[in-house]
C-alpha cells in the first residue's frame, strides 16, 4: 500500500466514526426532539441507538466501532498530524471516540438487558488506543488503574444521565449503586488519556471529555517561557539593587 492510500485510510479512520454518530444523531434528533437539549450526550446517542436497532441488535456497532480504534491506535500514532483533523464544522473524532466509549460503559454497567459481552471488547480496544495516543504526544496515564480510582464524570452526572435514559424508557437495572462502581471501573480506563488529549487537541466542548480539560502546552514552550520569565525578573532584581546600592 503506497502512501498516499495509507494517509486516505487513516484519514478515513479519523474522521470515519463521526459520520456514524452523526447520522445518528440527525435521526435521535427526530425522534426525541422535545427532549434534545436536557439530553446528556451519551443518553442521547444511545436513546436514539435504542429506537432505530434496537438494544439487542447493537452487537454489529460494538464491532463496527472496536475495529475502529484499532485503526486508531495505528493510524495517529504512526501519522500524529492526524489527532488535528475534524469533520466538518469542527467535530472532532477524540470526543466521538469518548461518546461511543461512555455510551458502551453505560450499556455494559447499567442497561437492563442479557448479558452480552461484546461491548467490552470495544471498550478495552477504545481505551488502550487513547492510550497509546496519548503517550505518543507525553501524555503518560496509569497502565493499570484501580476501578476505584477518581475520574471526572461525578456521580451526580451518571445519574442524571440514567435518569434521561429511565424517562425516554430504556430499561435500567435496579442498583445503580452497582452500576456506578462498574461504570466508573469502566471509565478509569481511559479518562485521564482522554482528557490530556482533549487538553492537547482543543476539540469544541462536549460533555464529559473537553469541557472539562485544562489548556496544554508543550513541554518546550514552558521551559522557553520560564527561560524568558526568569531571565525578566533576574534583571528587574539586578536593575533594583544598583538604583538601591
Same mark, same amino acid.
Given at each position: ?15 470515519? $466514526? ?7 444523531? +440527525? ?14 450526550? !451519551?443518553?442521547?446517542?444511545? $436513546?436514539?441507538?435504542? /429506537?432505530?436497532?434496537?438494544?439487542? *441488535? ?12 484499532? =485503526?486508531? *491506535?495505528?493510524? /495517529? !500514532? ?8 475534524? #469533520?466538518?464544522?469542527? &467535530? ?9 466509549? =461512555? ?12 448479558? @452480552? ?6 471498550? @478495552? ?5 487513547? @492510550? ?10 496509569? %497502565? ?10 461525578? @456521580?451526580? *452526572?451518571? =445519574? ?12 435500567? &437495572? ?6 456506578? &462502581? ?21 476539540? &469544541?466542548?462536549? %460533555?464529559?471529555? +473537553? ?22 525578573? *533576574? #534583571?528587574?532584581?539586578? /536593575?533594583?539593587?544598583?538604583? !538601591?546600592?
Amino acid at each position: 500500500m503506497g502512501p498516499f492510500l495509507i494517509v486516505a485510510r487513516a484519514l478515513a479512520t479519523a474522521l470515519g $466514526v463521526w459520520a456514524v454518530v452523526s447520522v445518528l444523531l +440527525s435521526a435521535i434528533r427526530t425522534i426525541v426532539v422535545s427532549r434534545g437539549e436536557s439530553l446528556a450526550l !451519551t443518553a442521547f446517542v444511545f $436513546v436514539g441507538l435504542r /429506537h432505530i436497532r434496537g438494544l439487542e *441488535e447493537l452487537d454489529d456497532l460494538w464491532s463496527e466501532w472496536e475495529a475502529w480504534f484499532a =485503526d486508531l *491506535e495505528q493510524t /495517529h !500514532t504512526s501519522y500524529p498530524a492526524l489527532v488535528y483533523f475534524r #469533520s466538518g464544522q469542527g &467535530r472532532s473524532w477524540l470526543t466521538s471516540a469518548g461518546t461511543v466509549l =461512555d455510551t458502551a460503559a453505560v450499556v455494559t454497567a447499567a442497561v437492563d438487558v442479557a448479558v @452480552r459481552p461484546q461491548p467490552q471488547p470495544c471498550l @478495552r480496544a477504545g481505551f488502550l488506543a487513547l @492510550r497509546k495516543v496519548a503517550d505518543h504526544f507525553g501524555q503518560a496515564s496509569d %497502565p493499570d488503574p484501580a476501578p476505584g480510582d477518581p475520574i471526572s464524570v461525578t @456521580r451526580a *452526572e451518571f =445519574d442524571a444521565c440514567l435518569d434521561e435514559l429511565a424517562a425516554a424508557g430504556v430499561p435500567l &437495572r435496579a442498583d445503580r449503586e452497582r452500576a456506578w &462502581r462498574e461504570f466508573a471501573g469502566w471509565r478509569v480506563n481511559c479518562d485521564a488519556a482522554l482528557i490530556a488529549l482533549c487538553a492537547v487537541i482543543e476539540p &469544541r466542548t462536549a %460533555p464529559w471529555s +473537553s469541557d472539562r480539560s485544562p489548556r496544554w502546552s508543550p513541554p518546550f514552550l514552558r521551559t522557553v517561557w520560564l527561560a524568558r520569565t526568569s531571565g525578566f525578573r *533576574e #534583571s528587574r532584581r539586578m /536593575h533594583r539593587t544598583e538604583t !538601591t546600592g
